[in-house]
């Protein structure tokens, strides 16, 4: 892991951007931090440039509570070569989309399992690196999109001990048993009007979570209009879980 | 509208019993209220005595806000007298739950229209009797559970600005017009692993509801296992639209 840019925000926080090998990434530390801070892992659907103002937002409002957040770019997004075989799917998605037609779990899973195969092992070695450094400590949530990485994330890393879930992003089925395997505190967010995701499918993806503790907070707004005081309500969660 | 009975409870909240008429009811003002009080409509299923200690708790909560709270004794409940067309639709759903039968929207109808039909002037009656006094100011939200009540009071009650409901009672679908109408905020809280209630129904009069900014809030632990922290949320989601 190295550092490549360094600037203190207006409100204090630290933002580095860094690369793991090939990946780049961005870290945000809490201004005023006596004690390692809790990490929270900010999950997104790629593009880290294109996704910047929203992760440096709700990067600011994880620093306001004490924690740290961080990502990293996904495979084939932003400046990371394309694979021919995802574009391929996400071609496939948006043809079904606009025709109107139900998406086929087939493609779902040709654009989403090989994605969480390459992706999952690599926000794994960026929680190595990162919990290398003295200003992060345990533990470690993860706040985001492409629910089917946070599954993913939630079943093979213990070392993630809550995860608020961004349900606006296609699961396949094949997902469905890994979901039950789930036994981590979850919050998971549907916008229930966003006419590009599947409503029903979140619903029964929530419904097959395995853990005790699940909430689902559904509102109106469409697929980026997040009410503002979801952003506290996450930080709510993550206080009860990682503090 | 007369107070019967009064008591200082240990966290400064005043305590006050009264009767409507026929109907006894309870109020709750904040301890150290300044001005006068924005006032939240405790719903609850019936028996002022048997819900006493989760209501308390409930206004307790609001009062700690700043809100004012109160609630009435339901018809054909706690001393009240019986409706005989009501206790024999009773019969009918315990029934049908207890054969693991679907509920027929007939039953529900025959239950729930003519309770609301009852209750909802009666609730209105206490709106009136409760702005009167000095201590209680505007607006007014409704809490609680009889979804079907808080229903009809959104529409027709004009001084309730906002409604956390709680999908915890059937709804006959002949509702589900009305429900089209309600256009104030709304938040609904849904336990998701309540046996004895129809999940698909909430979901349906949560996508049925009109207003612009409504909120699901589904969690697990079983019909009266609501989480400790839907309170506070459920007093910031009033301190957003009664303050």
């Known amino acids: 892991m190295r550092f490549t840019s360094e600037q203190r925000l207006d409100d204090g926080v630290l933002e ?20 390692p801070a809790p990490l929270i892992l900010l999950g997104h659907p790629g593009g880290l440039h ?13 620093a306001a509570e004490g924690f740290a957040a961080a990502t990293i770019e996904l495979p084939g997004s932003g400046d990371r070569p394309r694979s021919a075989a995802a574009e391929e799917a996400r071609a496939d998605l948006h043809r079904a989309l606009e025709a109107g037609e139900p998406v086929d779990d087939e ?6 399992l090989p994605l969480v195969e390459k992706a999952v092992p690599e926000w794994r070695a960026a929680l190595d690196a990162l919990l290398s450094l003295p200003e992060i400590g345990g533990p470690v949530g993860y706040a985001g999109g492409v629910i089917a990485i946070g599954v993913r994330l939630a079943v093979v890393e213990p070392r993630i001990s809550a995860a608020l879930l961004f349900a606006g992003s296609y699961v396949p089925r094949a997902m469905f048993e890994e979901a039950r395997q789930v036994t981590i505190p979850l919050q998971v967010l549907l916008q229930w ?3 590009g995701n599947d409503r029903q499918l979140a619903l029964d993806l929530f419904d097959a979570f ?3 503790e ?12 997040v009410p503002g005081f979801e952003g506290d309500d996450g930080n709510r969660f993550f206080a009860r879980h990682l503090k």
Chains 1, 2 share one sequence.
């Open 210 to 212: 395995g853990s005790a």
């Open 107 to 112: 493609i779902v899973g040709r654009l989403v």
């Open 50 to 62: 294109r996704m910047y103002p929203r992760l440096v937002a709700r990067a600011r409002h994880c």
């Open 214 to 225: 699940k909430t689902l907070h559904a509102n109106m707004g469409g697929h980026t209009g």
């Open 193 to 195: 009007d966003d006419e």
């Open 16 to 35: 580095r951007e860094f690369t793991l090998g090939e990946i780049p990434g961005i870290l945000w530390t809490p201004g005023s931090a006596s004690a």
